[in-house]
T-cell receptor, first 109, second 112 residues
Framework: QKEVEQNSGPLSVPEGAIASLNCTYS??????FFWYRQYSGKSPELIMF????GDKEDGRFTAQLNKASQYVSLLIRDSQPSDSATYLC?????????FGAGTILRVKS | EAQVTQNPRYLITVTGKKLTVTCSQN?????MSWYRQDPGLGLRQIYY???????DKGDVPEGYKVSRKEKRNFPLILESPSPNQTSLYFC???????????FGPGTRLTVL
């Protein structure tokens, strides 16, 4: 069983819509949760981090964490074509960061 | 500018020829890590270091070595590269192990 799971996609949304990306994790002791964006051939870039249950908003991005359900999500409001990328969910399990395989997001203009 | 640097960015080599990929950070971070990224497999951790002289294996350490003699540097060593080590490699660092990690630009390695 994979430790961090994401739907590989692609997830296609029209420009201006809300994109919803989801991630589940297996380690109940996980303490920190991250969303990275990666363009093809480039390095992952941190978008959001969240440590506590609930929502955390930063501009067009909202991260949601539910530790009881072992679920973390990322909402992107007013999606733009420049948001088209692979989104990686990462969960801190002990001394290492475990990544999901990523969800491809395509925003169509 | 706060950053993680890696060199070389691209490398083509042959089986068995020892190579080193350097990684350096200027943010005084305690934690550093190496990942490889392969299509369909995502990012997998090779080795990590909690601090100077403290290193430990990640999920895929076979065929790799690391050292952490100085806080800012964390080189990745392939003593006898093989074609299955052809991959995109990323170095990353964070203040502490629970904090967000910042990634270097990546090194694309091809082993023939």
């Amino acid at each position: 069983q994979k430790e961090v799971e994401q739907n590989s996609g692609p997830l296609s949304v029209p420009e201006g819509a809300i994109a919803s990306l989801n991630c589940t994790y297996s380690d109940r002791g996980s303490q920190s949760f991250f969303w990275y964006r990666q363009y093809s051939g480039k390095s992952p870039e941190l978008i959001m981090f969240i440590y506590s249950n609930g929502d955390k908003e930063d501009g067009r991005f909202t991260a949601q964490l539910n530790k009881a359900s072992q679920y973390v999500s990322l909402l992107i409001r007013d999606s733009q074509p420049s948001d088209s990328a692979t989104y990686l969910c990462a969960v801190n399990g002990g001394n290492k960061l475990v990544f999901g395989a990523g969800t491809i997001l395509r925003v169509k203009s | 500018e706060a950053q993680v640097t890696q060199n070389p960015r691209y490398l083509i080599t042959v089986t068995g020829k020892k190579l080193t990929v350097t990684c350096s950070q200027n943010m005084n971070h305690e934690y550093m890590s190496w990942y490889r990224q392969d299509p369909g497999l995502g990012l997998r951790q090779i080795y990590y270091s909690m601090n100077v002289e403290v290193t430990d294996k990640g999920d895929v350490p076979e065929g790799y070595k690391v050292s952490r003699k100085e806080k800012r540097n964390f080189p990745l060593i392939l003593e006898s590269p093989s074609p299955n080590q052809t991959s995109l490699y990323f170095c990353a660092s964070s203040l502490l192990h629970l904090n967000e990690q910042f990634f270097g630009p990546g090194t694309r390695l091809t082993v023939l």
